[in-house]
């Protein structure tokens, strides 16, 4: 295996630790609208997050960074070409940050209200068009013979990439929900259990007929097994919870995520960008690559790096480890 080729697989980690973390806190910032009842228990939902939401967005920065090093033409097209729903995700991104902090640096309820409604907007958008792009880079765009992409927005939003956004959509929103129930207690936990067990099901039907979709189109023997996983596991974590094992069932719909991403990411291979014009203008791991070079000094760091960042997030985690309920929020006068 070259080295072009062991980026590719772990630039496919990266995206795949990216959702797996900040997939149950964009589920989480859902939940503040369609769970939570009052403001109290909003407060416990962003509690939930807030000492790791910031960690999981290194993920994504790391991502990015590693296309940009390792694949800079494939950096280069998939920003050029969705450059306007990728601003999107990075304003929603920006503004998400901002009402976390400041959410709570006044009093008055129309300052809170106003900043927990973009904390759900912000969440949601996201989740959804994170979908669209993956589906857009499976299925194919309009890249020339210059690298370079020639469609438009609207060439984006197609049947096949708008599914993908609505599974990663209820899937994220699943997984926050089986998150809220592993770190809550009370009345919120139980109703939390309850409204996951109704999106599992929502989330089974569309992520099956996506799959199978992408399968049937691009699919081989080894992303069918990868499929197989993720449904599995998927139909396993609404088992979990059902019978209230929060536990298991987060573990598995974090396999879910694993096995897809790990699903679309080998129906790419050796691509990392289909061109619908022609086959011959497909950009691939060797002609979108860095050089040798690159990719060597890349891949010491990244054996430095990348234990010390897992460390200090898991030690976050287990520092954080424990539930909370309304009963620790103090009310505010």
Not at 5 to 20: C, E, H, K, N, Q
Not at 59 to 74: M, V
Not at 236 to 252: D, N, Q, Y
Not at 306 to 312: E, I, R, S
Request: aromatic fraction near 14%; hydrophobic fraction near 50%.
């Amino acid at each position: 295996m070259e080295l072009h080729d062991v980026w590719f697989v772990l630039i496919a980690v990266l995206w795949t630790g990216y959702f797996f973390l900040e997939g149950f806190d964009f589920g989480v910032g859902i939940l503040t609208k369609l769970l939570a009842r009052d403001r109290k228990e909003k407060r416990v939902l962003i509690n939930t997050i807030g000492p790791v939401w910031d960690g999981n967005e290194v993920w994504l920065l790391t991502a990015g960074g590693a296309t940009f090093a390792a694949f800079p033409e494939w950096y280069a097209t998939l920003f050029s070409g969705f450059y306007l729903p990728l601003l999107i995700i990075l304003v929603c991104l920006i503004v998400r940050g901002v009402a976390f902090e400041y959410r709570a640096k006044r009093p008055e309820e129309r300052w809170q209200r106003n900043w927990e409604e973009a904390i759900f907007w912000t969440s949601l958008i996201p989740a959804f068009l994170w979908g669209v792009a993956f589906g857009n880079i499976v299925r194919g765009v309009k890249i020339d013979a210059h690298k370079e992409y020639v469609g438009t927005f609207w060439d984006l939003l197609n049947g096949y990439s708008i599914l993908g956004g609505l599974v990663t959509l209820f899937l994220f929103t699943f997984h926050g929900s089986v998150f809220t129930s592993l770190k809550t207690v009370g009345e919120i936990r139980e109703r939390s259990r309850a409204l996951a067990l109704k999106l599992g099901l929502v989330t089974a039907v569309l992520a099956l007929s996506f799959l199978i979709w992408t399968q049937v189109s691009r699919g081989d023997t080894k992303s069918l097994v990868a499929m197989v996983i993720a449904v599995v596991a998927l139909v396993g974590a609404i088992g979990a919870i059902k019978v209230g094992r929060e536990g298991w069932s987060f573990a598995l719909s974090g396999i879910t995520i694993a096995a897809a991403v790990a699903m679309l990411f080998l129906t790419l291979f050796p691509n990392v960008m289909p061109s619908s014009l022609h086959e011959e203008w497909n950009l691939t791991v060797s002609n979108a690559s860095s050089s040798p070079y690159t990719l060597k000094i890349m891949t010491w760091c990244a054996g430095i790096a990348t234990p010390v960042v897992l460390l200090y997030q898991s030690w976050t985690y287990w520092v954080f480890r424990k539930r909370i309920g309304t009963q620790h929020i103090a009310d505010v006068h």
